[in-house]
């Protein structure tokens, strides 16, 4: 995608996508109170007026309620769902969940960009992205199977054990957050050393997620390929 081509956020919606950022992050958890008004104005050197339209849309995501007199607070039941282009973290909404997420990095280092991966980064066939695989358990299960490329820029994860949220990684360490994409969902099957990390039979079908995300500022931020059981996933969608 061109850099002309894309969406460029206004500042409210980047006041939103960074407080949503946070709240998928665990930065504020459920029930919290988020900073004030005149706090989120010291600190964004937004208006008034553009502070309390960053907080409408979370209001009307469902993520963030406001009391009259108090300010605002984290919904006890955020709604991180596919419409509100929440991209929250595989930790946060697991943990959110009620269950224990773990992860451990199968393999690190540097890939060369080809097909939808090239033209998302807008980068030449060939050209070097970082590339980090890992493999997620819920509950101490496999589930899934994640392969996630990012620009060069970010080769100081390459042969690191992310065994956390790679979102806290690049906002606390690159000050890079998600805030727009897509996914797209498709039926696979598992290769041998699929069925063997998932502890599945090989040939079963699974499920590939692929998400597409970009950072505040409109920047291709990663592509991550999911590659997950359908034995221990449940896919909602909101109606409307």
Do not use: W
Request: hydrophobic share 35%; glycine share 6%.
């Amino acid at each position: 995608m061109s850099a002309s081509s894309k969406k460029k956020l206004t500042q409210y919606e980047r006041l939103a996508a960074t407080l949503r950022d946070r709240i998928a992050a665990g930065t504020y958890a459920r029930g919290d109170k988020l900073p004030s008004e005149m706090e989120l104005m010291d600190e964004s050197g937004l208006s008034r007026s553009t502070v309390r339209h960053a907080l409408k849309v979370l209001v009307d995501e469902s993520l963030v309620r406001t009391e009259r007199g108090r300010g605002a607070f984290v919904a006890d039941t955020p709604a991180l769902h596919e419409n509100s282009l929440v991209f929250s973290s595989y930790t946060a909404q697991i943990q959110g969940q009620g269950m224990k997420p773990t992860t451990r990095t199968v393999d690190s280092g540097f890939a060369k960009a080809a097909g939808d991966v090239a033209k998302f980064f807008d980068a030449a066939v060939g050209s070097k992205l970082v590339k980090l695989v890992r493999l997620r358990y819920l509950d101490d299960a496999p589930l899934c199977l994640e392969t996630t490329y990012l620009p060069p820029s970010f080769e100081a994860l390459i042969d690191r054990d992310i065994n956390g949220s790679l979102y806290t990684a690049l906002r606390q360490e690159f000050h890079r957050a998600p805030a727009q994409g897509h996914k797209t969902f498709e039926v696979c099957y598992a290769s041998q050393n699929e069925a063997f990390l998932l502890n599945v039979e090989r040939g079963q079908a699974l499920i590939l997620i692929t998400d597409y995300v970009y950072d505040t500022d409109g920047r291709p931020l990663h592509i991550s390929k999911r590659i997950q059981r359908t034995d221990r996933a449940k896919y909602t969608e909101p109606i409307g």
